[in-house]
């Protein structure tokens, strides 16, 4: 039967097994969307504020389930406008098919109405991307959009469909099962051999692992290497939830802002065992100076990452699941008793100096306006970073699944939150994304119908705060937590730091009331200065069944830590601001 290239890209979406497309509708995409009306029974479509909030709600519905987000847009400022969301799953390897509309194939190049060649744009920032300019190409090249972003390295691909190329009409018949992603790599034996030698003759193992763990579904075997050759574990940003918060061998985020004996603990060991990860420069600060004490194995789906950031003494390129299946039953089993009672040492230390720079920042605001005075509140009263996200950790659904935009309040989280299980943090770890958290929280409440809860700044939160007619439309179960310290306190805090204090347009001064903001969206909003406000804010807002704000008053001199200085070392790293 001949039907139309609209059609064909709903039944193909279907076809696929997806259940959800997020978008914005626009005049090269009507056609598209007029299908999707006649479909509605069998697909949803969620309509967002902005094509960004879309792509990102793609993103965190495809990082929520593991599956391929969808999201459609019209041409020019349409398509353009899904850069950002699109370069942020690139960035992270989250499967998603962007499609977008364009003019006619006879107007292409002739700076039509809306016109602009989405394909040139994104083509770095994709796996692959077409534009289809024959219907007989049409269901082919999505199923093949959705091979590509599924297959080894998870990814992003675009599918540019010309307005008349979605009027045509010709033929189509359904597949009747979704496309198969390509046959993984698998690990050579030899190598894997020559890796299980060198973690035998190894006395202090440490496991570093990134997103490539949870995108290869490689959490039990991960823990079971680690029990095995009794070793401690780090990850990256984007390895957090892999393994739960609490796992006695795990020892938390390293890099940059990651915990402290999780760092001190990688410099510390004789050999790295690197799994999914890609060593980047916020992990490793120096190069130089980063691997200056142990011997790496590195083992990655990604052939492209080895040895691209840093040499490694074993490089392997396999999938991570069967790899390490492998390659325990290969290793000895071992006991590190005076490596053990290393790490005991180190996480007292990182206690004891955590708890000695809590109360430690500075106090010289400055010229600084924010409301950043604690002034008459007990410490033990103080709503102080770590102390929200304690408050809501305790109130939260164990199975919510956690998103934070991008800066001081994203490191705080990762620090501190308690995930116990793969695929529920959802953060922009690569191109650190500020306003992605509303979307990716939009996302992963639609997929997996729990509660989302969403930790933001006041600067990320003003990015796409625009999503909040998108939460309250849908009846989403979304807990909004605003750390409002009334700065861009991240880079303020490197203000602070590295350039004297020269706080250059980092004090906001808005006069932005953020409770009177979530109502007039319809939401609920509730403003909390102590910890005891907060408790009672957050049990109503896990229990009222309502889209809620909760604006957190916060000091703006603040700061995350430990640190390492851009550019340093665990030389000299920060856990104390005098």
Known sequence: MEISGAKIVVETLIEQGVDTVFGYPGGQVINLFDELYLCRDRIRHVLAAHEQGASHAADGYARATGKVGVVIATSGPGATNLVTGIATAFLDSVP??????NVPCDLIGRDSFQEVDIVGITMPVTKHNFIVKNIEELADTLRTAFKIAKSGRPGPVLVDIPKDV??????????????IPLPLSLADDDKLREAAKLINSCERPYIYFGGGVISGKASKELTALAEKIDSPMGCSLMGLSAVPSDHPRFLGMQGMHGHYASSMAQDEADLVIALGVRFSDRATGNKQRYAKNFRIIHIDIDGAELHKNIGADLAVRGDIKEALERLTAMVDEKKHPVWSERIAVLRKEEEEKLSAAAHSHEKDCGNCTAPCSMAGIPAEKRLSPYAIIDIIGKYAPEDAVISTDVGQHQMWTAQRYPLKKPRTFLTSGG??????GLGAAIGSAVATEKTAVLFTGDGSFGMNLNELATVVSEKLPIVIVLLNNGVLGMVRQWQTLFFDRHYSNTTLGRKT?????AEAFGAKGIRCTTADELEKAAQEAFSCGEVCVIDCVVDCNEFVLPMLPPGGSIDNIITDIK
């Open 96 to 101: 998603m098919v962007a499609i977008t509309g």
């Open 166 to 179: 979605q009027i045509a009409k010709t033929e189509f018949t359904a597949k009747a099962q979704p496309v």
């Open 431 to 436: 191109l650190g994304t500020m306003g992605y």
């Open 513 to 517: 009331d953020f409770v009177k903001l």
